[in-house]
Antibody, heavy 120, light 110 residues
Framework: EAQLLESGGGLVEPGGSLRLSCAAS????????MSWVRQAPGKGLEWVSS????????HYADSVKGRCTMSRDKSKNTLYLQFNSLRAEDTAIYYC?????????????WGQGTLVTVSS | QSALTQPPSASGSPGQSVTISCTGT?????????VSWYQQHPGKAPKLMIY???KRPSGVPDRFSGSKSGNTASLTVSGLQAEDEADYFC??????????FGGGTKLTVL
């Protein structure tokens, strides 16, 4: 069964940077598109970004465009999200999620999330 | 990239049925049959319950069903059970390879 384990969250000051990681196992990582989804405390889910199975296509929500870079390393079965110029409104649990097939398909596996807190 | 619209709350007694709506536009819900529903219990990651409007993943009880009409999708939970009490989020594929989520509906089993 697929497993996703996020790491890299923590407390960061406004304007700071952070790199989130997601270690994947239990499936052929290089065959599936992946995504990051976040959830602010007590709020709903918000899609952040997606990356194709090969890594050559990425897409971002308007709220993070220009501040985020999503990437993947197939040799390490790991997904990354480099987040710069962090704002208070970026405070959230960040989930790594696997697409069932491609960008149009649902997220069939989710990690447990990593908490990012942006505060001075 | 506006969120899909869901009612903030819904409720029903054990054994009853409840339907949760999810309204979008012709660029997302109405334009594609790629609507999904997720269940989230407090402190847990979301769980896929319905995908491609009506399909249920293996292991999801057939008490959960989905439908769509125009720009509005719906999730129906029949024969409500205590363990169905959770937050439910709809999502849809949208133009240019983006994903939209609804604001979520808190389902209370009375």
């Amino acid at each position: 069964e697929a497993q996703l384990l996020e790491s890299g969250g923590g407390l960061v000051e406004p304007g700071g940077s952070l790199r989130l990681s997601c270690a994947a196992s239990g499936f052929t990582f290089s065959s599936y598109a992946m995504s990051w989804v976040r959830q602010a405390p007590g709020k709903g889910l918000e899609w952040v970004s997606s990356i194709s199975s090969s890594g050559d296509s990425t897409h971002y929500a308007d709220s993070v465009k220009g501040r985020c870079t999503m990437s993947r390393d197939k040799s390490k079965n790991t997904l990354y999200l480099q987040f710069n110029s962090l704002r208070a409104e970026d405070t959230a649990i960040y989930y790594c999620a696997k697409f069932l097939k491609w960008f149009y398909s649902p997220f069939d596996y989710w990690g447990q999330g990593t908490l990012v807190t942006v505060s001075s | 990239q506006s969120a899909l619209t869901q009612p903030p709350s819904a409720s029903g007694s054990p054994g009853q049925s409840v339907t949760i709506s999810c309204t979008g536009t012709s660029s997302d819900v109405g334009g594609y049959n790629y609507v999904s529903w997720y269940q989230q219990h407090p402190g847990k990651a979301p769980k896929l319950m319905i995908y491609e409007v009506t399909k249920r993943p293996s292991g999801v009880p057939d008490r959960f069903s989905g439908s769509k009409s125009g720009n509005t999708a719906s999730l129906t939970v029949s024969g409500l059970q205590a363990e169905d009490e959770a937050d439910y989020f709809c999502s849809s594929y949208a133009d240019t390879n983006t994903v939209l989520f609804g604001g979520g509906t808190k389902l209370t089993v009375l």
